[in-house]
Structures are given as structure tokens and as C-alpha cells.
T-cell receptor, first 117, second 112 residues
Framework: DQQVKQNSPSLSVQEGRISILNCDYT??????FLWYKKYPAEGPTFLIS?????DKNEDGRFTVFLNKSAKHLSLHIVPSQPGDSAVYFC????????????????FGKGTSLLVTP | DAEITQSPRHKITETGRQVTLACHQT?????MFWYRQDLGHGLRLIHY???????NKGEVSDGYSVSRSNTEDLPLTLESAASSQTSVYFC???????????FGSGTQLSVL
């Protein structure tokens, strides 16, 4: 059963506008959340993370918001640039051992972002 | 610079053959993982290891095995390749369990 859900397979945004990528999770034990970016024919690369003790984390144009009560997080990219076009994966982990996955990251299915000029 | 490398980058094999995908990291991380990426499924965990001689099954481990004889390497073996195992395979490592992963560039495997 998918514990991390990205319900939008794709998103198209104009250059300069805000991109908002959403992610929901079901496991209340998750306490660390990450976003990865993936270009074709490359491995995923770490973008930004947030611990459950925070509700916001910023790094340049990227901001992640966490709403624990709603089990929801979002990634905001402002302003969006054509080079941001990629697949974005949301991931979550718990610092409590899981018999199925240990402490491994659980990933969503990804959202393909296209930023058009 | 430390890195994680996977080989081969591309592999074509026939059903029933045994195939081994290599993963080597120079981060000196104890934690290593194998994921597969498929359209509509995202990244799914195959096997993971938290140290030498430690191996564990992930959510899609059937038909795969791993061994960890040293810190640097975690080879993934497909015992008898099946067409359902056609996928892109990613190896990853992390310094601390449950935290940021560093991924390799992936192996595109086609089973015909």
C-alpha cells in the first residue's frame, strides 16, 4: 500500500510563475520528509528536506511546507525556470524501525514538472 | 570526490538468465539500498543493507538477492530474469539510516 502519494502525475507552469507540487502521506510515524529531483537518464538528486518539528524550510527558490495534521507537504518553486523541468519525488521516513522497510525512504510515484518559456 | 557508481549503465538479457548489477560507493556509508523505477510506480525498494553481512528484503524483493561482503559494494542479482524485471535500477547509500540518500546514475535493464 502506497504510504506516500503524489496524486498529480504532471504539472505545467510558465517560466517565472510559482510551481506547487503536492504530496500526502498516510503513516503517522513519518518524521522526516525529502524532495528529490530527477532528470532523464540520471539518478535522483536531493533537493530539500524538512523535519517534523518544523513546518517550513527554505533553500533559495525552493520552499517545503509541512502540515502534520493534514499529513500533507508541498514544494514551492519560485520563480520557476525551464531548467526546473524534471520529475520530482516526495519521500518520507520514520526514525522508528519498520519491519518491511527498516528505516528506508518511502517514495511517491513522482510528478513531472514542465516549465515552459 | 566521493561517489556512487553503477555498472553496467545498460543491459539486455534473456529470460531465465542470471544477471548481476554492480553498485560501488566511496562515501564509506554503512547504509545501501536498491530501488527500481517503473512508470506509474515511482521508486520501489528491493533490498537494503545497514552494514557488512547485513541484508534485508524490501517491498519488491521476489526474484532478487543481494550480498554485502564489504562496505563499498552491494551487488544486486536477478536469479532467473523475467520480463517483469525490465526496469531502471538505482543504487543508493546514506550516512545515517532514514536520512538523505545519494543515488547512482542507474542501470537500464531489458529482459527479452
Amino acid at each position: 500500500d502506497q504510504q506516500v502519494k503524489q496524486n498529480s502525475p504532471s504539472l505545467s507552469v510558465q517560466e517565472g510563475r510559482i510551481s506547487i507540487l503536492n504530496c500526502d502521506y498516510t503513516n503517522s510515524m513519518f518524521d522526516y520528509f525529502l524532495w528529490y529531483k530527477k532528470y532523464p537518464a540520471e539518478g535522483p538528486t536531493f533537493l530539500i528536506s524538512i523535519s517534523s518539528i518544523k513546518d517550513k524550510n527554505e533553500d533559495g527558490r525552493f520552499t517545503v511546507f509541512l502540515n502534520k495534521s493534514a499529513k500533507h507537504l508541498s514544494l514551492h518553486i519560485v520563480p520557476s525556470q525551464p531548467g526546473d523541468s524534471a520529475v520530482y519525488f516526495c519521500a518520507a521516513s520514520a526514525h522508528v524501525y519498520n519491519s518491511n522497510s527498516g528505516y528506508a525512504l518511502n517514495f511517491g510515484k513522482g510528478t513531472s514538472l514542465l516549465v515552459t518559456p | 570526490d566521493a561517489e556512487i557508481t553503477q555498472s553496467p549503465r545498460h543491459k539486455i538479457t534473456e529470460t531465465g538468465r542470471q544477471v548481476t548489477l554492480a553498485c560501488h560507493q566511496t562515501w564509506n556509508h554503512n547504509n545501501m539500498f536498491w530501488y527500481r523505477q517503473d512508470l506509474g510506480h515511482g521508486l520501489r525498494l528491493i533490498h537494503y543493507s545497514y552494514g557488512v553481512h547485513d541484508t534485508n528484503k524490501g517491498e519488491v524483493s521476489d526474484g532478487y538477492s543481494v550480498s554485502r561482503s564489504n562496505t563499498e559494494d552491494l551487488p544486486l542479482t536477478l536469479e532467473s530474469a523475467a520480463s517483469s524485471q525490465t526496469s531502471v535500477y538505482f543504487c543508493a547509500s546514506s550516512e545515517r539510516a532514514g536520512e538523505k540518500l545519494f543515488f547512482g546514475s542507474g542501470t537500464q535493464l531489458s529482459v527479452l
